[in-house]
């Protein structure tokens, strides 16, 4: 069973002689439909088989979220009860704009990265933490998974395995899916502030 992501994009304004207020300006599901493993443990410490430290998990609900979002919560709470969904959390734009994109992960992957030979060089094909065909090679029992230190390989026929410890820009690409809600966070942030966006999200399998 996989793992999708759920959430809102909040921010807030001042109003005439009122405390700040958090309001609702995008349903998740509008900007990003994807469930990318990878970048769910970069950014929130959920699937965090490439050992990301997580910039956001597990902060729970804000106390102060949007009408919209407890609403939302209510109603997955009244359909499925509290373990209907998890590893709810949050992070602001003011975060995300901070982000060393460059930093690795803190250790290598857990699941080896796959590379086919072809006549224009190795072509990468996937990422998995348990290959029958690498398993016999190397000796592994069934199901056995060993962490390797980087950099390690093996060629077992036209397959090429390898070690590797991710950056956040390869969990997270320039040019993926997140990159709309980035930009709309960042139009929301432009108007009140990059403190005053968030991003609030929960996980269910």
């Known amino acids: 069973m996989g793992t999708d992501i759920s959430g809102f994009l909040e921010y807030r304004a001042p109003q005439a002689e009122q405390e700040l207020i958090w309001h609702t300006a995008h349903d998740l599901g509008s900007l990003y439909g994807n469930r990318d493993y990878d970048a769910f443990g970069c950014l929130f410490g959920v699937r965090n088989y490439a050992n990301f430290r997580p910039l956001a998990a597990c902060r729970g609900l804000p106390a102060d979220s949007s009408a919209t979002v407890r609403a939302r919560f209510a109603q997955l709470t009244d359909w499925y009860g509290e373990d209907g969904f998890h590893s709810i959390t949050w992070i602001t734009w003011a975060e995300l704009a901070a982000v060393d994109w460059d930093e690795l992960a803190e250790k290598p992957d857990r699941r080896l990265h796959e590379y086919h030979r072809t006549p224009n060089g190795l072509r990468m094909t996937g990422k998995s933490a348990w290959s029958p065909a690498f398993a016999e090679a190397v000796g592994l029992e069934q199901g056995e998974v060993r962490d390797w230190p980087e950099g ?10 390898r070690s590797v410890t991710m950056r956040r820009r390869d969990a997270v690409t320039e040019t993926g899916e997140w990159q709309s809600v980035w930009t709309a966070m960042k139009a929301l ?13 929960w996980f269910d399998d």
């Open 189 to 201: 942030a432009t108007q009140h502030g990059d403190d005053n966006v968030r991003l609030v999200v």
């Open 152 to 161: 390690t390989e093996w060629l077992v026929g036209d397959t090429l395995y």
